[in-house]
């Protein structure tokens, strides 16, 4: 009997896009039915879950009201079950998953639920830029924080062609097209009712895109830059959670381990490179475990550009084989809050399936920040 942390269910929504088929959902109801289907398939008892720490970054108006706590209420964990939000920007849902291993790893906790959402139809991003604190604004040049201008600053300073975006761009549509067609996010998604019926599939994935077309789209940051809508994450909504216990309490209750949560990592970069934060955040995490970036057999990076996922993919070295097999956020989206979960959701089922036993979830994260954790098959 030990105290590692070990995911025992790994769920998520399908992705919304923007004003699509969550218009009318809020961010709680996208959150509830991913917590009462890990209860529902595991049997666990809401008596028996210690915590839900879930990750959301616009956290206000209907996803403030510590939303976490909200949820838990609203779901099958009810009153006597805490919750607490956290967030980290677009890595919010990664830093849940690894609050919650911490503290089991530490005996703290025996059972939590970790995740996270966002709803950006909802609760718009860039909404309260104008209270931004002054001196932010005179240390920096706020128009170049925008998610991307800094992506624009990657492109220039790392010589990534509009080419390389949209071929890579390309690259994420036909995987995550083929991985809906082929039915491989089937045991990690889980349906959500809406007025207008069931959504049981990513909306904003686009099997006919080519590269002509890709092509085609005007930039929109820079009139001379290579940014499009086209090479870019989604603006989406979307919820992802795992249910994260000790080895001993899986073993305790007949729970199938899918995976153990291993080391992690957090980084701070240039605020106006964010994207290239993945890269020190997943260095620091090699130099502390004493491995090397080619050791992991699955990587899971987050798209929020091409231009820095090709980056930090060549930075680091990994084989385009391993990397974002199923597509990525251009292809699926990006729920800011969730997205540092859907990660881990994909990449654990992925392993299960190819038997790939060290993987790894990174992401950039907005103001310049990087967070890398890795999962292993369990032995």
Same mark, same amino acid.
């Not at 260095?283 to 091409?306: H, I, W």
């Not at 392993?351 to 990087?370: H, I, P, S, Y």
């Given at each position: ?34 917590? %009462?289907?890990?209860?529902? +398939? ?44 956290? %967030? ?157 216990? +000790? ?70 070295? =990994?084989?385009?084989?391993? =990397? %974002? ?26 392993? %299960? ?13 907005? =103001? ?6 890795? =999962?292993?098959?369990?032995?």
């Amino acid at each position: 009997m030990t105290r590692t942390p070990v995911v025992v269910d790994a769920v998520r929504t399908p992705q919304g896009k923007e004003d699509g088929v969550y218009a009318d959902t809020r961010s709680e109801d996208l959150s509830v039915p991913l917590i %009462n289907q890990m209860l529902a +398939s595991t049997g666990v008892e809401s008596a028996q879950v210690d915590d839900l720490v879930w990750g959301c970054a616009q956290q206000r108006d209907e996803q403030g009201n510590n939303l976490a706590r909200v949820i838990a209420l609203l779901s099958d964990l009810g009153e006597s079950v805490p919750g607490t939000t956290v %967030n980290r920007w677009c890595a919010s849902s990664a830093q849940a998953i690894t609050t919650a291993a911490d503290a089991i790893a530490a005996g703290q906790r025996e059972c939590v639920i970790a995740g996270g959402v966002e709803s950006m139809s909802r609760v718009k991003m860039g909404e309260n830029t104008h209270n931004v604190h002054p001196k932010l604004a005179e240390l920096y040049n706020i128009g170049e924080l925008q998610m991307g201008m800094t992506a624009e600053k990657v492109a220039d300073e790392y010589d990534v062609a509009r080419q390389e975006q949209d071929e890579y761009a390309l690259r994420s549509q036909q995987r995550a097209a083929e991985a809906t067609e082929s039915g491989r996010f089937d045991d990690e998604i889980v349906p959500i009712e809406t007025d207008d019926g069931p959504v049981d599939a990513d909306e904003g994935i686009r099997p006919d895109t080519t590269l002509e077309k890709l092509g085609e789209l005007p930039t929109v940051f820079k009139s001379d830059g290579s940014i499009t809508p086209g090479n870019a994450s989604q603006v989406s909504d979307g919820a992802a959670g795992l249910m994260i216990t +000790s080895e001993a309490f899986a073993e305790e209750h007949g729970l199938d381990v899918l995976a153990e949560v291993g080391d992690h990592s957090v980084a701070g970069v240039d605020p106006t490179v964010m994207g290239i934060g993945p890269v020190p955040a997943v260095e620091s995490l090699c130099e502390r475990t004493g491995r090397d970036p080619e050791e992991y057999d699955l990587v899971e990076l987050n798209e929020a550009f091409a231009s820095q996922t090709l980056y930090c993919q060549r930075e680091l070295g =990994f084989d385009d084989d391993i =990397f %974002n097999v199923n597509g990525g956020a251009i292809a699926i989206g990006h729920p800011l809050g969730a997205s540092g979960a859907r990660l881990p959701v994909t990449l654990i089922h992925e392993m %299960n399936k190819r038997d790939a036993e060290l993987g790894l979830a990174t992401e950039c994260v907005g =103001f310049g920040q990087g967070q890398a954790i890795e =999962f292993r098959l369990p032995q």
